[in-house]
């Protein structure tokens, strides 16, 4: 698929057939031809250079406004460089405070414009700290354009976020592998998940070449770092009686023998979460926590574990472990207590 990271550019994938569209100040212009052709890109210059030029109705943008700094900064090579994971990420705050503050003289940002976000998204802690950081790093691309001496938005106070994913837990696990048996493929892309602790991008582009004597390799999309992950016993046999029954490349593909994108593959498993009945906050990225817990038993050290889930993600799993041990010697001090022992 051709990637596309042009402004204002949205493409949709229906049925394997992918759907790009301009949208922008409200409207939504299907970009016709076929994806990434000459043709193609002829369209879209038509359609931007008709919303630069105000060609459309008077939709222009004004020039020093968030809409202005926000198509530049896509335009930029900082934003090209950026990884696609993080582009898409970066699109969608980035859209969000365009819908916001589109037309807002760069310039004049008041500090209370923190302020404002974080009262707006206050019931999404996490999503409000996320925009304000991708306005934090739009306002240092205005410094760098001299549109501005400082930056409103600098080290802005972050809200908690509370706890966020959490594991999975081992009546969860069982219940999902009762709904889903060996041989299915929701199973097989469960037991990745949990025996890998790869995120689930990495796991939807996973093929039959990464898994070799023994051992799971792959290259993370986030990170760009080869991992190598140990083959537990439960994952080889749920590979073992899923791969026969089809004969594409990836270890799990999309209806049409690719790899799944991104929200669809996300889609997939919640539909099999729902099947088994589990929680709305039994997730994919809950499973990268159970993972670092098998990872250990597997006799790996934290630091490895680190490398391959992420440190963070690590840390947090021993902290949870050592407290649950903490709290397991203080109840069996209490019931010897109790017992007059």
């Known amino acids: 698929m051709v990637l596309i990271s042009l402004p204002y550019v949205k493409s949709y994938q229906v049925k394997g057939k992918s759907y790009c569209y301009y949208r922008r100040n409200g409207s939504k212009i299907r970009i016709k031809g076929e994806l990434g052709s000459d043709a193609w890109r002829a369209e879209y210059e038509r359609i931007h250079e008709e919303f630069q030029t105000g ?104 809200l908690k976020e509370g706890e966020g994913y959490r594991a999975w837990e081992e009546d969860e696990i069982d219940q999902f592998r009762i709904t889903w ?43 760009n770092a080869r991992v190598d992950v140990p083959l537990a016993d439960s994952l080889n046999m749920a590979l073992d009686a899923w791969l026969p029954q089809h004969d594409h490349l990836n270890l799990i593909p999309a209806p049409m023998g690719k790899a799944y994108l991104d929200d669809a593959f996300s889609k997939y498993m919640r539909k099999a979460y729902n099947t088994a009945g589990l929680p709305e906050d039994f997730n994919s990225h809950g499973g990268r926590y159970a993972a670092a817990t098998r990872l250990r038993e597997l006799g790996l050290s934290w630091e490895e574990i680190g490398a391959i889930t992420g440190h963070d993600t690590a840390q947090m799993v021993r902290k949870y472990s050592e407290r649950k041990r903490s709290a397991s010697l203080a109840i069996e001090k209490l019931n010897r207590i109790d017992q007059g022992g």
């Open 181 to 223: 048996p060996i041989g299915t493929k929701q199973r097989a892309a469960f037991e990745l998940i949990l025996y890998t602790g790869q995120r689930a991008g990495d796991i939807r582009n996973m093929v039959r070449g990464h898994i070799k004597n023994g051992w799971v390799s792959v290259k993370q999309q986030k990170t």
């Open 55 to 158: 060609a459309t109705d008077g939709r222009a943008i004004k020039t020093g406004s968030y809409d202005d700094l926000i198509a530049r900064y896509k335009a930029s090579p900082l934003f090209k460089q950026l990884k696609p994971r993080t582009k898409k990420e970066y699109n969608r705050h980035l859209d969000t405070l365009g819908d916001i503050a589109g037309k807002m003289d760069v310039a004049t940002t008041p500090r209370k414009f923190v302020t404002m976000l974080q009262d707006r998204f206050h019931d999404k802690p996490r999503t409000a700290n996320a925009i304000v950081s991708q306005l934090r790093i739009i306002l240092n691309y205005a410094i760098d354009l001299d549109w501005m001496k400082h930056n409103p938005a600098a080290k802005p106070r972050r």
